[in-house]
């Protein structure tokens, strides 16, 4: 009988810890246990026989740091070839057994918030997952993360390597928290789309503490659960960390938890063959009770769920170029931050999930949209929706989000399905589902509900439940056809109530042609929500859209006590911090870095019939001298510099939306290249500067933290950049800064390098080969200014 | 709980200089973003107890052998240290990440509140240990870092695996050996018979330009 027919028949014990034990039979402190699979065999032989005799249904290999990050310089494959052959011994020996490959973390953390690139955390696991299989594993086991996108990484790598049941537990503290902000909901949304066999707990926790987690994920979960606590909480003793929960108490706990539905259960630290006999006698003859299927249709970031078919969802649509000059030039430059504000502002406005699309013809989408979502990722927690009609973008953009994402879209068209669905079944998400086919879209809602039944028939051939769809049954004008919306309308209800699957609308189609479009947007957006629209994809700075959104929900009773609606248009009557200071001119506006009042200046102005170039010339470069020169006197701190800066960056913006239009532009001054050097990840040196050349007019093209020599040359020579800055914090970076100007001096001659960061000084720069050490941002400004006169 | 030291705080910031006026809207600024960051910092710390031996500029505990004078004098006459990380978590990196989009002005001020929080949270943590080892007649000596003086930064990993930080406290270090997340400090603390404080802090630093020194 196989794992997977015992998972499902009866109630499975794992062992207990394995480095105590080892410990005990003589392996030092410090030196890595994987290393006895192949020096002291038979120590590692005996742990694994002492847990099949006291009862352990499945033994783990010896295998928990065995990934090519961790125990980088040693035989990986070797070594997990020799763990799993050491279990399947000691199963052999004693007659019955599993065996489950260990994969633990890689000790290091993930990009963005580390230095470790996903694909290379997946290359990490891939060849223990190999040498394991081949071995003879029955399963894998990957356990104790603490972050949910490592253990995306390590189920991908076991996922595209075997064909072996996987398990995976994750380490929560008391709070329901991981280390990296994830909780629950998050870790059973991810793993359930990449569809694990069993999730669960681990370390950190003794069973105590992890009983009172256990009914959420019970409720969050349609997988078996498995927890394998500590015994206890660690205490320090003596130097020495001692568990103090004994086995009887341990196993009475653990008998609780099955009783109410655990399916897997075991030791982590702290845990002895005693603890397993214990549990063994309490738990192994208790009945197994069933798991329920939740039926949950839900997508989810790294730290956050979003539940469709309770409150209505609203999907923020501002990342799309599609009518957005703005944001096609950012994207069309790589002005990353510009995308990531839009997310930011997003956010505050109340959007939930948050839809990215970057095509364009000029971009290579397949590249830029995954970095896109990394970026995002970096700065928001709420979910994506990953909107591209590219399948090898979507693929990429999939793979590497850090969550289940939601996906836009799927239609009715074979060649769709086929493109969309294993894609989704590999790295899981949820799709929204267009109501039209290779006939386009039907004229009734009939025809529309009948290819949302062909869509979940064809979702079911590929194992994904009609759940992990979200029809979007299309608006369309009514200004072209009058029946339009009450066909939208008789869709969104009959796939709700006949189909039971949860719907999104783009709205705004329905008012196109027509004058004061909102209103019948909104109109018609309460009439959705009122046949049962689950989600809705909007501009959230649309305050029609969203207080119709907030009214519908408190009206409804999905606002408990109206105290979101309450909180929104209290939002909107109180005073904002900044009032714009009536009369305020520009300059001073800028001078006291005052952003409202700076922009409400310069939109007088504008009104006043001041040419943009005048209120540049006139109010915002004296304005900007100024402040620098009493910053450089020190009459002005560095915050408020920056304050001063941010207001003129926002003035900036303002008027060179209206010099578009009068299509006229200031000569832009020289291009200069950013970036903190190779193994450097603090950037706010970097990003300091970055804002004051950008004041000064330098158009800024900002690569970074941590990058390479040859990314940072290849940059300056495609742009042709006259200067390059470099930011470096620590004396270990400094020699990836000296690399990197030595390859500029020979691929780039031209560009004047200007360095700066903590460690370094004047001397130190000078010795290294820059042309400038920039004791602070404004002596940038100022160094790039003299060169570019002196021409 | 820790709290924002703000008197160091305003000193990252240069506030301290005279010359300038802190006025009404920078005090907002520095009220709202610590505000900000004690609403999204998880401090959190590990630590353990090691015997150390120490002689002829290298101190060995933990299984590290590290080469370095300036440790070794640190820790002259210590039997014992304590071995030393803490972090604000992977939040308050990415509040910095946030702010340094949106608005660079709070993000410099959110650095140097996450800085000051950092360090008050360090403190607070082995004033507790320096309670807890009084009765034994043992004294706490200050944190001296990896990457201090000529202690390696190599060490940053060894000492990071020694107290487990990554699976207990989610801290790690990169190729590089920059500590992820970045609001962290990792440090060897020693433990001595005698109340004796050797040069640290600026005194102990060879960086005599920055513009932070402080004597």
């Not at chain 1, 004047?752 to 460690?759: E, L, N, R, T, Y």
Request: with cysteine.
């Amino acid at each position: 009988m196989n794992i997977r027919e015992e998972l499902a028949r009866r109630v499975l014990i794992f062992d207990g810890g394995m480095g105590t034990m080892l410990q005990a039979a003589g392996l030092p402190a410090g030196y890595e246990p994987e290393l006895w699979n192949l020096e002291r065999p038979d120590a590692v032989r005996a742990v694994h026989a002492q847990y099949l005799t006291a009862g352990a249904d499945i033994v783990t290999t010896n295998t928990f740091g065995a990934n090519a990050v961790k125990l980088a310089g040693h035989p990986v494959e070797e070594i997990v070839t020799a763990a799993v052959t050491l279990a399947r011994e000691a199963v052999a020996e004693h007659g019955k057994g599993f065996v489950a490959l260990d994969l633990g973390p890689t000790g290091r953390l993930l990009r963005p918030m580390g230095d470790l690139p996903f694909e290379e955390a997946v290359a990490a696991y891939a060849p223990a997952v190999r040498a394991g299989a081949a071995a003879g594993a029955d399963l894998v086991l990957i356990e104790t993360m603490s972050d949910l996108y490592e253990a995306k990484a390590a189920v991908l790598a076991a996922k595209e390597n075997c064909g072996l049941p996987i398990f995976v537990s994750v380490v929560l503290d008391q709070t329901g928290r991981m280390l990296t902000g994830g909780d629950l909901s998050s870790a059973v949304a991810l793993l359930e789309g990449l569809g694990v066999d069993a999730i669960g707990l681990n370390c950190g926790l003794g069973p105590q503490q992890m009983a009172t987690l256990f009914p959420e994920l019970l409720r969050l979960t349609s997988l078996p659960v498995l927890i394998q606590p500590n015994a206890g909480l660690p205490e320090c003793v003596d130097g020495c960390t001692h568990f103090r929960v004994g086995p009887e108490e341990f196993a009475a706990a653990m008998a609780e938890l099955v009783r109410s539905g655990l399916r897997v259960t075991g030791g982590c630290c702290g845990t002895t063959p005693e603890h397993i006999r214990a549990l063994s006698a309490a738990c192994r003859d208790l009945p197994a009770l069933p798991v329920a299927p939740k039926h949950r249709t839900w997508v989810s970031s790294y730290a956050r769920t979003v539940v469709f078919g309770g409150k209505p969802v609203l999907i923020g649509e501002r990342i799309n170029p599609t009518g957005k000059p703005r944001l096609k030039e950012a994207l069309r430059s790589g002005d990353m931050d510009y995308v990531l504000r839009l997310a930011i502002e997003q956010q505050e406005k109340g959007a939930q999930v948050l839809d990215v699309n970057v095509g364009l013809p000029e971009v290579d989408e397949p590249a830029l949209l995954p970095r896109t979502v990394e970026e995002l990722q970096a700065v928001t927690d709420l979910p994506l929706q990953i909107d591209t009609n590219h399948p090898e973008a979507m693929a990429a953009a999939m793979r590497c989000y850090n969550g289940r994402p939601l996906v836009n879209s799927v239609s009715g068209k074979a060649e769709s399905m086929a493109a969309v669905f294993p894609l989704l079944k590999r790295y899981g998400g949820t799709a929204i589902a267009l109501t039209l086919d290779e006939n386009g879209i039907p004229a009734t809602a009939g025809e529309r509900v009948a290819i949302a039944q062909k869509i979940i028939d064809t979702a079911a051939s590929y194992g994904i439940p009609k759940e992990g769809l979200i029809f979007d049954p299309l608006a369309l004008t009514i200004s072209a056809d009058q029946s339009a919306a009450a066909v939208t309308l008789e869709t969104v209800d009959r796939i709700t109530r006949e189909l039971g699957c949860r719907t999104s609308l783009g709205v705004s189609n329905v008012s196109f042609g027509l004058p004061r479009r909102e209103a019948v947007n909104s109109a018609f957006f309460l009439l959705a929500l009122e046949h049962g629209l689950s989600a809705a994809i909007l501009n959230p700075n649309s305050a029609p859209m969203t207080d119709a959104l907030r009214a519908y929900c408190a009206l409804k009773g999905l606002d408990p006590n109206c105290q979101d609606y309450i909180a929104a248009m209290a939002g909107e009557t109180a005073p904002a911090p900044a009032v714009p200071a009536a009369g305020m001119d520009l300059g001073t506006a800028v001078e006291r870095g005052l952003k409202e009042s700076a922009v409400a200046a310069a939109k007088a102005g504008l009104d006043g019939g001041n040419a943009p170039m005048e209120l540049i010339d006139d109010g915002l470069i004296p304005a900007l001298d100024r402040v620098g020169a009493a910053f450089e006197t020190g009459k002005l701190y560095l915050p408020q510099l920056l304050m001063s800066a941010e207001a003129a960056k926002a003035v900036f913006e303002l008027l060179r939306g209206a010099m578009t239009r009068e299509g006229e532009r200031p000569a832009a001054k020289a291009k200069v290249v950013l970036s903190t050097v190779k193994g450097d990840v603090h950037d706010i040196g970097k990003n300091i500067v970055k804002v004051l050349l950008e004041n000064y007019g330098y158009q800024v093209v900002d690569l970074g933290k941590d990058v390479s020599p040859q990314a940072v040359t290849e940059a300056v020579v495609r742009e042709h950049a006259a200067f390059c800055g470099l930011s470096a914090l620590m004396t270990t970076t400094v020699g990836a800064m000296e690399e990197t100007i030595a390859l500029l001096r020979q691929e780039a001659p031209w560009c004047k390098v200007m360095v700066g960061g903590a460690v370094l000084t004047e001397d130190y720069a000078r010795r290294m080969g820059a042309d400038f050490y920039g004791k602070d941002a404004m002596s940038d400004v100022r160094y790039a200014d003299g060169v570019t006169e002196a021409g | 709980m820790a709290e924002i030291d703000w008197k160091e705080a305003r000193r990252y910031l240069g506030l301290h200089r005279p010359g300038g006026t802190v006025d009404e809207q920078l005090e907002e600024s520095l009220r709202s973003c610590g505000a900000e960051l004690d609403a999204t910092a998880r401090p959190r710390a590990v630590w353990r107890r090691f015997s150390v031996t120490v002689e002829d500029g290298t101190v060995t505990c933990a299984g590290m052998v590290i080469p370095s004078a300036y440790l070794a004098r640190h820790l002259k006459n210590c039997g014992e240290v304590y071995l030393f990380a803490a972090t604000l978590g992977a939040e308050t990196d990415r509040l910095l990440r946030r702010s340094a989009v949106t608005q660079v002005s709070r993000a410099v001020i959110l650095q140097a509140c996450a800085a000051s929080l950092l360090e008050a949270y360090c403190d607070e943590c082995c004033d507790g240990l320096a309670r807890e080892v009084a009765p034994e007649g043992l004294f706490l000596r200050p944190r001296f870092s990896p990457g201090y003086g000529d202690f390696p930064i190599d060490f940053q990993r060894p000492l990071l695996e020694a107290l487990e930080a990554s699976k207990r406290i989610g801290l790690t270090a990169t190729e590089a050996m920059m500590l992820t997340p970045t609001k962290s400090v990792t440090a060897v603390v020693g433990l001595s018979s005698t109340p004796w404080c050797p040069p640290t802090g600026c005194a102990a630093c060879g960086k005599t330009d920055c513009a932070f020194r402080k004597g």
